[in-house]
């Protein structure tokens, strides 16, 4: 299976300031035929369900602020929140979708305000 | 509005038997691939299983192969995961999730989550 990582465990932001979120793959989840990387990113409020945010690893789901975006590509991705807000206060999930069936995430990021 | 309802969650001995249900509305699920994600207490994610938005094809994580079984009935809209022989390993909340892209195009990401039901296994 593809193992998911994400750094940091958890970080504390200003608000306004900007947040950031790596995520790796163990192996390349370019597919090079389309071009397009594999992964999506999701936000988990507490008590509640994900919420899709980004996928093939930078486009934007309708109706997510532009605060937030993407990049990376092959092994490597980032998830910025580029001014942070009180209601951003989550835990952000990556996702890889190369290597279906075995789908797998990534243990989670947690963003509070410092 | 369109939607996804789990039920069927509950309290459960281990070796016992437990079947959940997923109740869609909102958009036409028949056309739809639909997997199941579960999250332990205090954990991350992990998926599963899915269907094929006929049914046709199923797949299942190496934990839960051969003791869980997912399907569905596009006539009711509705998924299921009945879920036999568990243990307290299997003790999480399961969601239910909406591929984004109908009949099998694109990726396996999530547009739709149910709000879960949980699910523990103890004695």
């Known amino acids: 299976d593809i193992v998911m990582t994400q750094s940091p465990d958890s970080l504390s932001v200003s608000l306004g300031e900007r947040a950031t979120i790596n995520c790796k793959s163990s192996q390349s989840i370019l597919y090079s035929s389309y071009n397009k990387n594999y992964l999506a990113w999701y936000q988990q409020k507490p008590g509640q369900s994900p919420k899709l945010l980004i996928y093939w690893a930078s486009t934007r789901e309708s109706g997510v602020p532009d605060r937030f975006s993407g990049s990376g590509s092959g092994t490597d991705f980032t998830l910025t929140i580029s001014s942070l807000q009180a209601e951003d206060v989550a835990v952000y999930y990556c996702?890889?979708?190369?290597?279906?069936?075995?789908?797998?995430f990534g243990p989670g990021t947690k963003v509070d305000i410092k | 509005q369109v939607q996804l309802v789990e039920s069927g969650g509950g309290v459960v001995q281990p070796g016992r038997s437990l079947r959940l249900s997923c109740e869609a509305s909102?958009?036409?699920?028949?056309?739809?691939?639909m997997h199941w994600v579960r999250q332990a207490p205090g954990k991350g994610l992990e998926w599963v299983a899915v269907t094929a938005h006929d049914g046709s094809n199923k797949h299942y994580a190496d934990s839960v192969r051969g003791r869980f079984t997912i399907s569905r009935d596009n006539s009711k809209n509705i998924l299921y995961l009945q879920m036999n022989s568990l243990t307290t390993e299997d003790t999480a909340v399961y969601y239910c999730a909406k591929v984004f892209e109908a009949y099998g195009a694109g990726g396996w990401y999530f547009d739709l989550w149910g709000r879960g039901t949980l699910v523990t296994v103890s004695s």
């Open positions: 996702q890889q979708y190369y290597s279906t069936p075995r789908i797998t």
């Open positions: 909102g958009f036409t699920f028949r056309s739809y691939g």
